[in-house]
């Protein structure tokens, strides 16, 4: 895979996982003061990538002090033990309820065999390392992190998932956002700015705590969102109204369909009808199959994370 990357100034690389398709997926490389750290690490496939950027930029391994996976969902952290294995001064930053995944992959390496099929997940993920537990540094809520001359702040921000954590850079007044803040590809970006839509994949998609995390992040006034989906957004505090909605209109679209017995076919047609009006919205110009192209998976593992959190509601 050929190295893509973006410097996105202040110290801050933007690069390209090349998970599934170009522009879906990045992860980050900061730097300060000859000591550096990688946020998110894209797939096992990622690492070489990531190996070449170092080199490229004069980076000895060892002056990689953490890599700092936003959760464990394999776009995000596939890679860690892979990477981890090639930067021996390097600590692994993890929410605590995602440590032990990284400690022993093992429960995540089944549970995606059996969703893509082992022949699949071994093309798109090839296996997921374990990583020594003395390596492991659980991110307690508010953990600061020193970074050369930068502070990193760890903060637990559910609401896609228990286990994800966002990372605030007081240097640069930007938020590393995982999931939390949102999709925004580059190819549905308009005049009218990036189109925001959120990913309620499965399994613990909670609305209630994705509106207080989203006002969480806003209370820290930042200059600057970098997704893992993808590359930075300016002005955040314009865009989280946006994600506030979206989280209603997708409890909106789920729950006339509490009760229904397996409703995935209905949430997803759902789902595109209230993507694709909002797309319009947004002057979006491209063909329904491009939309299918660029958004066709992301839809369909929405409406499985509806699907999953009706279920919990009917539980209730």
Known sequence: MKLKFKDEGQGIICIETHFQRPGLASCYLIQSAGKAALI???TARTTDNILQLLELLDIDRSQVRYVIPTHVHLDHAGGSGQLMAQLPQAELVIHPFGARHMVDPGKIAAGSSEVYGEAEFKRQFVELLPIPEERVIEADDGMRIRLGTRELTCLDTPGHARHHICIWDSESRGIFTGDTFGIAYPELCTEQGPFMFLPSTPVQFDPDDWHRTIDRLMDLNPARCYLTHYGSVDKPQELAPILHQEIDAYVATALPLLGVQNPLDELEMALWEHIRKR??????????????????????????????????????
Do not use: F, I, Y
């Open 279 to 316: 797309l319009r919205k947004h002057d979006n110009k491209q063909s329904p199959p491009e939309q299918e192209r660029l958004l066709g998976m992301d839809v369909r593992l929405c409406a499985q994370g509806l699907q999953v959190w009706l279920q919990k509601q009917e539980s209730r």
């Open 40 to 42: 998110d690490t894209g």
